[in-house]
């Protein structure tokens, strides 16, 4: 029987009721992959680690659960996106779930890259600088009711800014946004960056 740590026994008990059994069932298939795997919670999530690193994660949202493993491009090879946390997309069922042999091959793989301490590839530099892009419409319109948020946009790499833009951009519907662009704000102004969730491992 795995370890199991009981933080992800009440993270599982307290996602919504489609969440649960596709949680469950992630949870099981990664410990009959890697039966030595830890459980933890990292960034509010549960993660599963190995050979002194993170193997892969999970997290459940209000219509969708993610699966994603750490190293996704070594994992899944190049040319797969990672969709936000996630390596097989939003899953709202178990049908979602990959083929289980399937994910246990891949989950192999990731124990594998752990296990010779393979790291995850740097962003590759760009030969030539990109502008900065230009803030849309709104985004500018809030910045300049906020100064301390305007500073630290202005003060930002042109990639930090970008990850902001895309975010607000995204948004496919208008209360959306305007909801992306409130927090937005308010992260900006406490001069955090777009994924500061996420940051610091």
Not at 57 to 67: N, R
Not at 91 to 103: F, G, I
Not at 138 to 159: E, V
Not at 181 to 186: N, S
Request: with cysteine; aromatic share 8%; glycine share 8%.
């Amino acid at each position: 029987m795995p370890s199991q740590d009981p933080r992800i026994d009440a993270y599982i008990a307290g996602a919504a009721p489609f969440a649960q059994p596709i949680l469950g069932k992630l949870r099981a298939i990664v410990h009959e992959a890697c039966p030595g795997a830890e459980e933890t919670i990292k960034w509010s999530m549960p993660c599963f680690m190995h050979a002194g690193g993170i193997l892969c994660s999970m997290a459940a949202f209000k219509q969708h659960v993610s699966f994603g493993f750490w190293k996704h491009a070594l994992v899944m090879g190049e040319g797969v996106e990672r969709d936000g946390m996630g390596s097989f997309g939003r899953m709202a069922s178990v049908k979602d779930l990959p083929a289980k042999k399937e994910l246990l091959a891949l989950i192999g793989k990731a124990m594998a890259l752990n296990e010779q301490g393979v790291k995850t590839p740097g962003a590759r530099k760009a030969t030539s600088p990109r502008p900065p892009p230009a803030a849309p419409d709104d985004l500018a319109a809030a910045l300049r009711k906020n100064k301390a948020a305007a500073a630290t946009f202005k003060a930002f790499p042109p990639g930090q800014q970008r990850e902001y833009i895309d975010w607000l951009v995204g948004a496919k519907r208008e209360d959306t946004r305007a909801k992306r662009l409130a927090q937005a704000v308010e992260w900006l102004a406490e001069g955090k960056r777009r994924n500061w969730k996420y940051e610091n491992c």
